[in-house]
């Protein structure tokens, strides 16, 4: 596994947006696929983005498609998730994830290192 911690939430405006970070400890990291997953108040934890090892290949939820955008910088195990055009209904926990496979998933239960999470809200 990898320790991963998550950075840059906080308060926007709608339509604005937010840079997040997820710094990884371990040297394994560029062997890790890497996501983002959120959890609104009272829902379920759903997936929002997924990318390779490389970064090469990227998966988005329909719901942040166009408007967030996943990359990762192995030299700094870190994995961001630039997220724009930011709505109501993207104020959640967000959490970062890793799995050291190759195939990129959405499945929560494919990914075995998770971090605490960074709060994002979303204001009107």
């Known amino acids: 596994q990898v320790q991963l911690v998550e950075s840059g939430g906080g308060l926007v405006q709608a339509g604005g947006s937010l840079r997040l970070s997820c710094a990884a400890s371990?040297?394994?990291?560029?062997?890790?696929?890497m996501a983002w997953f959120r959890q609104a108040p009272g829902q379920e934890r759903e997936f929002v983005a997924a990318?390779?090892?490389?970064?090469?290949?990227?998966y988005y939820a329909d719901s942040v498609k166009g408007r967030f955008t996943i990359s990762r910088d192995n030299a700094k195990n870190t994995v961001y998730l630039q997220m724009n055009s930011l709505k109501v209904e993207d104020t959640a926990v967000y959490y970062c994830?890793?799995?050291?496979?190759?195939?990129?998933?959405?499945?929560?239960?494919?990914?075995?290192?998770w971090g605490q999470g960074t709060r994002v809200t979303v204001s009107s």
């Open positions: 994830a890793g799995r050291p496979y190759s195939r990129i998933t959405s499945t929560i239960a494919d990914f075995d290192s």
């Open positions: 371990g040297r394994t990291f560029a062997m890790y696929s």
């Open positions: 990318s390779s090892w490389s970064g090469g290949g990227t």
